[in-house]
């Protein structure tokens, strides 16, 4: 019996799915975080995007204190990526894709600058790489008019709370009217189609 534990242990061992030891996160303000959500998480290497607020200095803030524009935190994403997967190059990409760099009042038909849009770093790395990215899409005239996405290092970043996570999967329906009467849809099949 002994020896039958002993060879199931090393056969469960064994078949223990191995995952990189290259997790990292990377962090995006795009307007709404239900609509930054999917399309980061649709992506190979993706574990999670958390829906959350980052840019402000009060602790702890709530959804409403936020969409109040009293805190100077933004609506955010916080992605969990497999750098072995995806770069962060990649995820500044697809960034890029979901939003209105140009607007400096908010994203499509929220208003306000909780829902402006920021990239938040956390190393030299990614503070050179959001600046190579952005200056990129600023030569080659990619949306038209300037771009007033800032590239901010990131203080804290705070979990929205858990009505917020995963909308688009938990409320299919809401989420589908709103993203189409958003206007983000039209603006992003405009610049990228």
């Not at 993706?46 to 829906?51: D, G, K, Q, R, T």
């Not at 935190?73 to 750098?83: G, Q």
């Not at 500044?92 to 400096?104: A, M, S, V």
């Not at 208003?111 to 990614?126: C, K, M, P, W």
């Amino acid at each position: 019996m002994k020896y039958l534990y002993t060879i199931l242990l090393l056969t469960s061992l064994l078949s223990t799915p191995s995952y990189s030891q290259d997790m990292k996160e990377a962090y995006f303000a795009g307007g709404c975080f239900w609509c930054m959500e999917a399309p980061f998480e649709s992506a190979p290497g993706v574990e999670a995007a958390v829906s959350g607020f980052a840019g402000g200095e009060e602790e702890f803030p709530t959804y409403e204190e936020v969409s109040s524009g009293s805190t100077g935190h933004r609506e955010a994403v916080r992605v969990t990526y497999d750098a072995d997967i995806i770069s962060y190059e990649e995820l500044l990409e697809i960034f890029w894709k979901q939003i209105d760099p140009t607007d400096n009042g908010g994203q499509f038909v929220d208003r306000g600058f909780h829902y402006t849009t920021a990239i938040f770093y956390s190393s030299d790395l990614e503070r050179e790489a959001a600046e190579r990215s952005k200056n990129y899409h600023e030569e080659r005239g990619t949306f038209g008019d300037p771009i007033v996405t800032p590239i901010l290092p990131l203080t804290t970043f705070y979990r929205a709370e858990e009505e917020h996570q995963d909308y688009y999967k938990n409320h299919k329906l809401k989420y589908k009217y709103y993203r189409n009467r958003s206007g983000r849809d039209e603006y992003l099949k405009k610049i990228w189609e």
